[in-house]
């Protein structure tokens, strides 16, 4: 399957959908933040970036610019995940960049769904 990397500072949230992923024959690489996630994406290259969004010290909106701002990441899909799940986070999300945003709480379906419109 495909690599799937997972950024995430619940470390119970980040321990789930690694599981979920996993379980389904993906390849799984996780972050409890967001240091240097320029560089982690650079060398990793996953298939899609899973991002929550309330990170500490750089949110997941400031990541996400950043990362479709850099040459080399802009390629790579990036969903957010979060608990902020208004229609207008969505939206918002998207005008920042998202490939897709995924609400929490998720199924294990909507997770690997999501995933999987990403990952060939």
Avoid: C
């Amino acid at each position: 399957m495909g690599k799937v990397m997972v950024v995430d500072d619940a470390y119970s949230e980040l321990k789930l959908m690694e599981s979920i992923l996993r379980g389904a024959g993906h390849h799984v690489v996780t972050l409890i933040d967001g240091d240097a996630l320029e560089d982690k994406v650079t060398t990793e290259r996953p298939d899609v970036l899973l991002l929550d969004i309330v990170l500490p010290k750089r949110n997941g909106y400031e990541l996400l610019r950043a990362l479709k701002r850099n040459e080399q990441t802009r390629a790579t899909p990036i969903v957010l995940v979060s608990s902020k799940n208004q229609e207008s986070d969505r939206a918002w999300g998207k005008r920042q960049g998202a490939d897709d945003y995924l609400g929490k709480p998720f199924t294990s379906d909507q997770l690997l769904t999501t995933v999987g419109r990403f990952v060939r």
